[in-house]
Nanobody, 131 residues
Framework: QVQLVESGGGLVEPGGSLRLSCAAS????????MYWVRRAPGKGLEWVSD????????RYADSVRGRFTISRDNTKNTLYLQMNSLTSEDTAVYYC????????????????????????WGRGTQVTVSS
């Protein structure tokens, strides 16, 4: 069964850090671009970051660049998102997702997206930044 399971979310004070993990099962993520996306309360899905299948190339939304770091360990079939200097604007449900195509990046930032645009996605993990 193909599955992505996020973990690591929680409540953190402004300025704090969290590390999200996304464990994949049922297939290897090593052949796919992987993504982190988020949905803030009352808002649409927002692309946050993505990483090339081999881990060599990464991209970030302007809102998180310099604060978030995406990484992956293909030997552990796991994707990560290190989040530092968190603000209330980062409060959201965070989802990991894989590209629908092998070795291609088909999800482009700046365009409206839905979870159904991805090949698979997890149930999400809640991140709440509040004092």
């Amino acid at each position: 069964q193909v599955q992505l399971v996020e973990s690591g979310g929680g409540l953190v004070e402004p300025g704090g850090s969290l590390r999200l993990s996304c464990a994949a099962s049922g297939y290897s993520i090593s052949a796919y671009w992987m993504y982190w996306v988020r949905r803030a309360p009352g808002k649409g899905l927002e692309w946050v970051s993505d990483i090339e299948a081999g881990g060599g190339a990464t991209r970030y939304a302007d809102s998180v660049r310099g604060r978030f770091t995406i990484s992956r360990d293909n030997t552990k079939n796991t994707l990560y998102l290190q989040m530092n200097s968190l603000t209330s604007e980062d409060t959201a449900v965070y989802y990991c997702a894989r590209d629908p195509r092998l070795f291609q990046r088909t999800i482009m930032p700046g365009r409206p997206i839905t979870l159904e645009d991805f090949g698979s996605w997890g149930r999400g993990t809640q991140v709440t930044v509040s004092s």
